[in-house]
């Protein structure tokens, strides 16, 4: 992990040089005339002490979260391919530039950077000591703060990372369940499992059409932290859960069933925000509710043109069972509401090719039918990095989800697949502020995008939905 350190003690010293100092410091000796400084441009040096320094550059504009996370990310991840076990970052220069504030990105980047997924083999790797030293003392109060609080997302983005990154046959619904239970034990969150028998008994009976094709049972984890007692605002964060996803009878095409095992990406988003809300104590409340599933076929799975009842009592058709994220978020939708007394929804999912296609897989879909709340959530992402594209609904479009034979069905046509699916779940919000996000392209990326992704899981949502919770931040 990341220790905070007024100098340099053991270990490779790591430097960030901008073009506007680099003859300053080439004239004392300290750097090859080679070394332009541009961004992300890397240098190792030794001096006649053997000891070595890794200069990274970090070019002439200015740098932005994404940017300070990457510079970051890029220096931890050159000492681990050295698998050096100790580095010490000098912070001078970044936190002169931009106050101690930018200790956060730093520290979020660092300890992303060094991220190693779970691996089923004997080798397993170690974790690097990183240190961050070279501040004035007076700002010390202020770095370490900043340092502990991106610590704990951090830790949150990792572990969301590990829960998409595991094999379907190591999550089964249950064992995602135990898995968060497990992560946040420590906290004051307070967790409660809904198993099957009380699904069946409560009517959830959307997420149980869905789970009912497997014979690893669906459940649903409530997640309650009560961080600001003296408020009556609840925020609703719901995340599909869903841990293998054959597609059902609308199979999935082979190229696509590698993938199939990471349906849960909203679920761990919402669960490792969850945790970092609470491991920093933020002044807030806010319920996490996520249904847990497999889509599977077999001889009781749901069929295209089926009607199913929902928790809220509307009537649904079954246009394909592929579109089966939106079920079981409509049912953990209406709980939100009708249970925990939500005052606004937040719904996450990697639910939509149609995003993919759309945006890529570095912007994530947004929609919401509230400027206000949509407007809290962008101050949001504009602190996490993260990137998103509000989309927009009208009357014609809430018209493709209207069922001949049911109140709803789920699907629309062949055209604005990620606006109807969204809007099937709002059609569960009970006119509360809602907003939802579509992480089908940024949960996953081969290759990284950013310094700060490896190959695989993101944890996308972590550090956006932490941050719109959070207040006073």
């Known amino acids: 992990m990341i220790q905070l350190v007024n100098r340099q003690e053991n270990g490779i010293k790591v430097s960030f040089v901008k073009k506007e100092r680099l003859e300053e410091i080439q004239k004392s000796g300290g750097l090859s005339e080679t070394f332009k400084a541009d961004y992300l441009e890397a240098l190792w040096l030794t001096n006649e002490q053997n000891e070595f320094t890794l200069y990274i550059g970090i070019g002439e504009e200015d740098l932005d979260c994404i940017q300070r996370k990457e510079i970051a990310a890029k220096a931890v991840k050159l000492c681990k391919e050295k698998e050096l076990h100790k580095v010490s970052i000098d912070i001078t220069d970044i936190i002169n530039q931009y106050s101690a504030q930018a200790v956060f990105d730093l520290a979020e980047g660092a300890i992303l950077g060094q991220y190693n997924q779970r ?3 004997d080798n397993q790797s170690s974790k690097m000591e990183i240190e961050f030293c070279n501040y004035n003392e007076e700002v010390q109060e202020q770095v370490r703060a900043y340092m502990n609080d991106a610590i704990s997302i951090a830790e949150g983005i990792c572990f969301a990372r590990d829960m998409v990154n595991l094999p379907a046959n190591r999550l089964r619904p249950r064992d995602f369940a135990q898995e968060i239970c497990d992560f946040v034990k420590d906290t004051s969150i307070e967790t409660e499992v809904i198993y099957e028998e009380k699904l069946r008994e409560m009517g959830m009976d959307a997420l ?3 789970g009912e094709s497997s014979q690893y049972p669906p459940c649903m984890l409530v997640m309650r932290y009560k961080g600001d007692p003296s408020s009556n605002r609840i925020t609703g964060l719901v995340g599909k859960g869903v841990t293998v996803d054959t ?5 999935k095409p082979s190229n696509s069933m590698l993938g199939i095992k990471g349906d849960m990406a ?8 969850l945790y970092a809300l609470a491991k920093n104590q933020v002044k807030t409340n806010a319920v996490a ?9 077999s001889s009781g799975s749901m069929l295209p043109g089926d009607v199913i009842r929902s928790y809220s009592g509307k009537t649904i058709e079954i246009i394909n069972t592929d579109a089966e994220g939106r079920l079981i978020l409509a049912d953990a939708v209406s709980y939100a509401v009708k249970d925990e007394g939500v005052t606004e929804i937040l719904d996450i999912a990697t639910l939509t090719g149609a995003v993919v296609n759309m945006l890529g897989f570095s912007i994530g879909g947004a929609i919401s039918d509230d400027d206000k709340w949509f407007d809290e ?4 992402y504009q602190k996490s990095g993260e990137r998103y594209w509000r989309l927009p609904f009208y009357k014609e479009h809430e018209k493709m989800i209207e069922s001949k034979i049911a109140d709803i069905k789920n699907l629309g046509e062949s055209h604005c697949g990620t606006i ?3 809007l099937f779940i709002r059609a569960f919000a009970k006119e509360r502020p809602w907003l939802h996000l579509d992480i089908a392209g940024t949960a996953w990326v081969e290759p990284p995008i950013f310094e700060f992704q490896t190959k695989g899981a993101t944890g996308a949502g972590v550090s956006s939905i932490y941050h719109l919770c959070n207040r006073e931040d």
């Open 377 to 380: 959530f962008y101050k949001a």
């Open 266 to 273: 909203g679920g761990a988003a919402v669960s490792a925000a």
């Open 420 to 422: 109807t699916a969204g």
């Open 289 to 297: 509710v996520i249904p847990m599933c497999e889509n599977r076929i």
């Open 208 to 210: 149980l059409s869905v």
């Open 119 to 121: 691996i089923f083999k």
């Open 247 to 251: 597609g059902g009878y609308c199979l």
